[in-house]
């Protein structure tokens, strides 16, 4: 599954979050935008070390979520498209293979039978 990748920056360079989808059996894609750039420093009178100031950190923050919102949007509308495709595929494969007999056993599994008792714990009986 996809993991955003925060890229490191460097001064020439804006920030950008990144996320990359890789599947065995799909193409991949790529989500990415950039960041606001978190200002280097602001001067305190208090004392002789510069850091970004609050204001400035909760606007990179609040970029930062915004896009992460943003992405996850993105990418979740990509994955819904390809399960629909699937699935589209899938049912055209099971369609072409129904005169094989529905629920008969495929790869020594009877279908009917896993899907009757999903999600319970079946005891095989033998007398």
Do not use: C
Request: hydrophobic fraction near 25%; avoid cysteine.
């Amino acid at each position: 599954m996809a993991s955003p990748t925060p890229t490191t920056t460097t001064p020439t360079s804006a920030p950008a979050l990144k996320a990359t989808y890789k599947s065995p059996t799909n193409a991949p894609f790529t989500y990415s935008t950039t960041l606001p750039s978190l200002p280097e420093s602001s001067t305190s009178s208090n004392t002789s070390t510069s850091s970004p100031s609050t204001a400035s950190k909760t606007a990179y923050l609040s970029a930062l979520r915004l896009a992460t919102s943003q992405m996850q949007e993105s990418i979740n509308k990509e994955l819904t498209a390809r399960m629909e495709e699937d699935n589209k595929l899938a049912a055209a494969a099971a369609a072409s293979g129904e005169g094989k007999g529905k629920g008969k056993e495929k790869d020594g599994v009877d279908e009917n039978k896993e899907e009757e008792n999903y999600g319970e714990e079946v005891v095989d009986e033998e007398d």
